[in-house]
């Protein structure tokens, strides 16, 4: 009998537990990054890999990788040799993203203004329709996934989806301060309405008042940031 059939077949070679690991990784990257912008895991939340590991089935690997992911983005403070935490919310951090998805939205609306696409207007229509429902019903979280679904059809619409990429990797303070403010009466509503003008005035052709809903729409958070510090003051650093 040669060596091939006496092999023991159970033996994964280890290129194979790579690449594992590496398709595993960004799976628990989203699930804790969705996590952390839902509150779900609020800042100075303790994350322990071991924990993490056996909640995700996977090895400390992808964990490992995920959370080094989660630093660059800056949502985890990891202290060696002592422990992973959720980090508090950068202020500073939240007004740089806000800069730049001012500063990029704001050319992504005339030009989609200025492009006169219907099928884009069906989509963000759609789009409004289901924020509506998840406003009423009161679910934030599916209400946040379809804010993002809204924004992120603007940078398809306009061929810019690298940029939404790279918007999202730096919007997770912003995000999260958002979260804290959207249970705020009327909050809901209120983006419901700026996404309506904003769509409407791209369906008009309108660049300068699509601009203008625009940044309404994005300043609404940090407008209200010190009401947000005094009810939160232990999540928030500056």
């Given at each position: 009998?040669?060596?091939?059939?006496?092999?023991?077949?159970?033996?994964?070679?280890?290129?194979?537990?790579?690449?594992?690991?590496?398709?595993?990784?960004?799976?628990?990257?989203?699930?804790?990054?969705?996590?952390?912008?839902?509150?779900?895991?609020?800042?100075?939340?303790?994350?322990?890999?071991?924990?993490?590991?056996?909640?995700?089935?996977?090895?400390?690997?992808?964990?490992?990788?995920?959370?080094?992911?989660?630093?660059?983005?800056?949502?985890?403070?990891?202290?060696?040799?002592?422990?992973t935490v959720v980090s508090r919310i950068d202020i500073s951090r939240a007004q740089q993203a806000h800069f730049l998805r001012q500063a990029l939205e704001l050319e992504i609306v005339r030009l989609l203004a200025e492009k006169h696409d219907a099928a884009l207007i069906l989509r963000l229509d759609?789009?409004?329709?289901?924020?509506?429902?998840?406003?009423?019903?009161?679910?934030?979280?599916?209400?946040?996934?379809?804010?993002?679904?809204?924004?992120?059809?603007?940078?398809?619409?306009?061929?810019?989806?690298?940029?939404?990429?790279?918007?999202?990797?730096?919007?997770?303070?912003?995000?999260?301060?958002?979260?804290?403010?959207?249970?705020?009466?009327?909050?809901?509503?209120?983006?419901?309405?700026?996404?309506?003008?904003?769509?409407?005035?791209?369906?008009?052709?309108?660049?300068?008042?699509?601009?203008?809903?625009?940044?309404?729409?994005?300043?609404?958070?940090?407008?209200?940031?010190?009401?947000?510090?005094?009810?939160?003051?232990?999540?928030?650093?500056?």
């Open positions: 009998m040669d060596a091939a059939h006496t092999a023991p077949r159970a033996a994964v070679p280890p290129a194979t537990r790579l690449d594992r690991a590496r398709q595993a990784a960004p799976q628990v990257f989203e699930r804790l990054r969705n996590a952390i912008i839902a509150l779900e895991l609020p800042p100075g939340a303790a994350l322990s890999r071991a924990e993490l590991a056996g909640q995700f089935g996977v090895s400390s690997t992808p964990v490992r990788d995920a959370l080094m992911r989660l630093e660059e983005e800056g949502l985890v403070d990891v202290f060696p040799q002592h422990a759609h789009a409004i329709a289901l924020q509506q429902q998840f406003a009423k019903a009161g679910d934030f979280e599916a209400f946040m996934a379809g804010d993002n679904d809204f924004h992120a059809q603007l940078y398809a619409a306009a061929g810019k989806q690298d940029l939404w990429t790279l918007v999202r990797s730096r919007s997770g303070h912003i995000d999260r301060l958002r979260r804290l403010h959207l249970p705020s009466p009327g909050k809901a509503q209120n983006i419901v309405r700026h996404h309506r003008l904003i769509t409407r005035a791209i369906e008009a052709g309108d660049a300068d008042a699509a601009q203008q809903h625009l940044r309404k729409h994005l300043s609404g958070t940090l407008s209200e940031l010190d009401k947000i510090w005094s009810l939160y003051p232990e999540y928030l650093t500056d």
